[in-house]
Every structure is written in C-alpha cells, then in structure tokens.
Nanobody
Framework: VQLQASGGGLVQTGGSLRLSCAAS????????MGWLRQAPGKEREWVAA????????YYTDSVKGRFTISRDKAKNTVDLQMNNLTPEDTAIYYC????????????????WGQGTLVTVSS
C-alpha cells in the first residue's frame, strides 16, 4: 500500500490546518493509522492514531484538545485536523499504517507516507 500525505503549509500561531492521507488500496479493519511528526533537530514523535475498524482515537498529550484524527472508510483516507497551532507544532508530518498498534506509536510502522511540512509562524 502507498500512502500519500497532503495539506501541509504555512500558518500563523493560533491558526488551523487539515492534513490528509490517502491510501492506494483498501484499508482493512485490523489496521491502525497514525500521524507522526519530526521537528528540526528533534526526534520523531507520535502524534495521533486511530483504529480503522472501530474508530478509537488516541493522542499524545501535547495535542489533546487541539488535534483530531478521523478516517473515511469509503475514501480510504485519514485526516488530521489541527487547531490552535503553535510554533512548537512546526514539523514534517507523516502518516503511517500498520496492523500493530505498538509499531505505529513507536514510529516503526511498515508503511509511511512521504511527509508534509507544517510551519507555524509566531
């Protein structure tokens, strides 16, 4: 499966962006889809994840209440709505896919999108 991420860009502090990740094939119920990010000079960080089948969502503490992950089963897409952005959210954002929850959270998923850059200006 190939993952194509889009939606990054430049936004001011307090602004919003919506990232989207499209899968090239059908996503099965057992899959876990995630978003991770890597800021300049920092380690990669897991941001959010969703269990494709049941739709349960999970977030790292720093984005809770600001980011929302969602999926569209008909389109095989997973989105990340990001609100109230701060400069600390500046990073390349990657969507990932695996059947193993732990691998997604650990940043070791089998499938990765190419990344989309989010820049938040102060």
């Amino acid at each position: 499966v190939q993952l194509q991420a889009s939606g990054g860009g430049l936004v001011q502090t307090g602004g919003s962006l919506r990232l989207s990740c499209a899968a090239s094939t059908r996503i099965f119920s057992s899959a876990v889809m995630g978003w991770l990010r890597q800021a300049p000079g920092k380690e990669r960080e897991w941001v959010a994840a969703i269990r494709w089948g049941v739709g349960n969502t999970y977030y790292t503490d720093s984005v809770k209440g600001r980011f929302t992950i969602s999926r569209d089963k008909a389109k095989n897409t997973v989105d990340l709505q990001m609100n109230n952005l701060t400069p600390e959210d500046t990073a390349i954002y990657y969507c990932t896919k695996d059947s193993d929850w732990g691998k997604v959270v650990a940043g070791k998923a089998d499938y990765w999108g190419q990344g989309t850059l989010v820049t938040v200006s102060s």
